[in-house]
Nanobody, 123 residues
Framework: QVQLVESGGGLVQAGGSLRLSCAFS????????MGWFRQAPGKEREFLAT????????YYADSMKGRFTISRDNAKNTLYLQMNSLKPEDTAVYYC????????????????WGQGTQVTVSS
């Protein structure tokens, strides 16, 4: 059984940066493509970014390009999300998830999810 544990969330001022981490365990990390999603209060969960099995390819939601960077370290079984120039509207619970195959931007493609980490951006 795969387990995903996010960390690195917290309170940050607008314009600041955070790096989220997602620790993967239970199976071979490189068997899974990885993604980040977020859910703001009162809104649906939205796709942010995904990275393929060995990190060769990354895909982003259009609104995230240029500010967020997804990466992975297969030796450490860890996924990252570097978030820069944060805005109050980035306030949300951030989730990592993994999948073997499917459409990367669809939640239904993802097999396992973490519990989420809260990011709050103050103005």
């Amino acid at each position: 059984q795969v387990q995903l544990v996010e960390s690195g969330g917290g309170l940050v001022q607008a314009g600041g940066s955070l790096r989220l981490s997602c620790a993967f365990s239970g199976r071979a990390f490189s068997d899974y493509a990885m993604g980040w999603f977020r859910q703001a209060p009162g809104k649906e969960r939205e796709f942010l970014a995904t990275i393929t099995y060995y990190g060769r390819n990354t895909y982003y939601a259009d609104s995230m390009k240029g500010r967020f960077t997804i990466s992975r370290d297969n030796a450490k079984n860890t996924l990252y999300l570097q978030m820069n120039s944060l805005k109050p509207e980035d306030t949300a619970v951030y989730y990592c998830a993994c999948f073997i195959s499917g459409s990367y931007y669809l939640e239904i493609s993802y097999d396992y999810w973490g519990q989420g980490t809260q990011v709050t951006v103050s103005s």
